[in-house]
């Protein structure tokens, strides 16, 4: 990409770098940076990156990364029934089944349950190169899901969590050799464990403010360190039963296809979309004179981390530096790395992260056997031009 259609690109995302060239700052040269910084163009976005690819979807553009948190107005977004409008005034959440007090909770009653602060960071299972912008790090605020719960009175026999959306669609559901449409609500479930771990979240708002409608307004639930399709928005039903719940979204769409040698024979697995798995890529590299800096971003299931590093072409593994500003368990984490001795033409940048239990973020390669594109960690290799 040309610089210039990259400046097209950062433009496109926000009128307010749109005045800047008018007072005498390169208008590439984002708020973020530090000054005399300027953004490195990836070769490998492809000049048309489209981060709006419809008008309920939005990807971000991780060259704009200004903090720890990501703004609500540029937070990613995806859904698959559209967005429904849900008025927080006369908004109920729903408890129904195997607890003891089943509830009807406006959103004043959880409110008066407390306003405890989450920071989460999450990705969506499909997100992937060369954007990897389904990707995002928030400070959110709500009352834990137990307590909730709790105040309901979870009966001995639920094992099963449903939560669902107020967004609908009609499904067509396959059994055998018959076909049925019904509507059907989005919908997600945890075993009791996870539900009553203290770890999932009910959220009102995101960094300070209330959820938008794109968010799941006006109430959410956020599992953090899980991927994305866990958090369901619009909440506005949970259900407890004793059966495995087996909806569209649950058991079918969101699943991962995978051949493992165990015992020297290949089995082909299929898994639900659950726990993050450990994964970093490079957001941005940036010059400042003769030096270079690159920016880089951490997810995973709140394990802690071991070390993160960068490799530039066929040379070594070499540390980055952690941000301490993402260190809380479930935020994404940033990291930087400079970049010593640059010579122009084209480089490829590629990061890997490492678990305390010593896991490796795996390669490409590594992967190969996952048929299905979803839960894809592989170490993303970047390049740039350097003139
Ligand atoms: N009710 C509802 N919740 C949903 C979805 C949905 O289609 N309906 N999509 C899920 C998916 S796949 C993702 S990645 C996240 C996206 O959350 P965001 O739009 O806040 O980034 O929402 C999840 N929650
Ligand atoms: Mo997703």
Redesign the pocket.
């Known amino acids: 990409m040309t610089n210039r259609n990259m400046r097209r690109e950062i433009l496109k995302g926000g009128l307010a770098f749109a005045g800047l060239s008018v007072l005498g700052i390169p208008e590439w040269a984002l708020p973020a940076l530090a000054q005399g910084e300027t953004l490195v163009p990836f070769t490998d976005i492809p000049a048309n990156a489209n981060f709006t690819p419809a008008p309920d979807r939005?990807t971000f553009d991780l060259r704009k990364i200004d903090g720890p948190f990501t703004p609500k107005d540029q937070?990613?977004?995806?859904?698959?029934?559209g967005h429904?409008e849900v008025d927080p005034a006369t908004f109920r959440l729903k408890v129904t089944g195997l607890v003891d007090r089943p509830k009807s909770l406006s959103l004043d009653d959880l409110k008066k349950m407390g306003n405890a602060e989450l920071i989460a960071g999450?990705?969506?299972?499909?997100?992937r190169r060369p954007l990897q912008g389904?990707s995002?790090n928030g400070r959110w605020n709500g009352v834990p899901l137990k307590t909730v719960l709790d105040s309901a009175g979870v009966k001995s026999s639920a094992r099963e969590f449903v939560f669902?959306?107020?967004?609908h669609g009609e499904e067509e559901v396959e059994f055998r050799t018959q076909k049925y449409k019904l509507d059907q609500?989005?919908g997600?479930s945890l075993n009791r464990e996870k539900a009553m771990s203290g770890d999932p979240f009910l959220a009102w708002a995101l960094n300070g403010e209330p959820l938008t409608r794109?968010?799941?307004s006006p109430l959410?639930?956020l599992v953090p360190g899980w991927?994305?399709?866990?958090?369901?928005?619009?909440?506005s039903q949970i259900h407890l039963q004793e059966d495995q719940y087996l909806g569209k979204?649950q058991a079918r769409w969101?699943r991962t296809v995978k051949g493992e040698m165990i015992d020297g024979e290949m089995k082909w697995n299929e898994t639900a979309v659950t726990h993050m798995q450990l994964k970093s890529f490079i957001a941005r590299v940036t010059r400042d004179g003769s030096r270079y800096k690159v920016l880089g971003v951490v997810l995973n299931d709140g394990t802690p981390l071991r070390t993160v590093e960068v490799r530039v072409d066929d040379g070594p593994w070499q540390p980055a530096t952690m941000d301490p500003s993402t260190k809380s368990k479930y935020s994404w984490k940033l990291f930087t790395y400079t970049w010593a001795g640059a010579t122009p033409g084209e480089h490829t940048l590629v990061s890997r992260v490492t678990d305390a239990n010593g896991k490796v973020q795996p390669t490409e390669q590594d992967l190969e056997n996952k048929k299905s594109f979803l839960e894809d960690n592989s170490q993303h290799p970047r390049k740039v031009m350097i003139s």
């Open positions: 939005r937070f990613f977004t995806t859904q698959h029934y429904p999450f990705e969506c299972s499909g997100n389904l995002g669902f959306g107020a967004d609500q989005f997600r794109h968010q799941g959410r639930l991927y994305g399709v866990c958090n369901v928005k619009w909440l979204y969101y």
